[in-house]
């Protein structure tokens, strides 16, 4: 699966796949909460690829298993903003878009990093 795959809830917003990962055998992908658990949603809701926005047919590939509760407000009150859906397709068949990792690396604690979703980018550090 790429990473910068662009996913969202069913009824609402689209943003970008983070990453995979597996536990006893079963595929999860992390996003952000605004993106595939927007307020509203409900555990169990479906997740697709490619999201609302891109105006492309999209396909259910997961279902919404644990986000954090988003709470509005000025100066962004959330310190997290991330869920994570079962995914319920080979995360190897999702394609969209591709992209060139031959210069990605391992990350280290204290790394810099730069995030870039496909409507906004910021930096940070790997803790």
Known sequence: MNIDLS??????PTGTATFVFV???????VSCAHVIAPSGCSIGDAVIAPG??????????GLLEFFIKLD???NFPNKFD????QLIVDPLSLKY????LTDSAL???DDSVTFKGRSSSSQGQII
């Open 7 to 12: 996913i969202g809830h069913e009824k609402g």
């Open 23 to 29: 536990v006893d055998a079963k595929p999860y992908v």
């Open 52 to 61: 609302l926005r891109d105006r492309l047919e999209p396909r259910k590939i």
């Open 72 to 74: 509005s407000g000025a």
């Open 82 to 85: 991330f869920a994570i859906a």
């Open 97 to 100: 878009p591709k992209i060139d």
């Open 107 to 109: 990350p280290f604690r």
